[in-house]
């Protein structure tokens, strides 16, 4: 089964941005859907964001115009840029191999999480 590894979390000010890495140990071109998750202290895991193999993309309403999900399939890797940053995007976020269908994502395999901390 496919591993997924993220990257590029880390201490960012209100208003910064930062890109987030998803590397699969193997080719994503198969695979349905990925998304992005995240789960602040306390929380559910919330969808944020999801890109299909054809390249389409949803997001939540929470992140919509601040976030953008892209794969490249050449380097096995889904990113997510994250722009305008807030206090409660602070949590833990995890990438995902899933299947997108009918309107909805179902996770699969989840990479180990990186978190974001949003402060001044």
């Known amino acids: 089964q496919v591993q997924l590894v993220e990257s590029g979390g880390g201490l960012v000010q209100p208003g910064g941005s930062l890109r987030l890495s998803c590397a699969a140990s193997?080719?994503?071109?198969?695979?349905?859907?990925m998304g992005w998750y995240r789960q602040a202290p306390g929380k559910e895991r919330e969808l944020l964001a999801a890109v299909t193999s054809g390249g389409s993309t949803n997001y939540a309403d929470s992140v919509k115009g601040r976030f953008t999900i892209s794969r490249d399939n050449a380097k096995n890797t889904v990113y997510l840029r994250m722009n305008s940053l807030k206090p409660e995007d602070t949590a833990v976020y995890y990438c995902?191999?899933?299947?997108?269908?009918?309107?909805?994502?179902?996770?699969?395999?989840w990479g180990q999480g990186t978190q974001v901390t949003v402060s001044s």
């Open positions: 193997e080719s994503i071109f198969s695979i349905n859907a």
């Open positions: 995902n191999a899933g299947t997108y269908y009918s309107r909805t994502y179902y996770p699969g395999r």
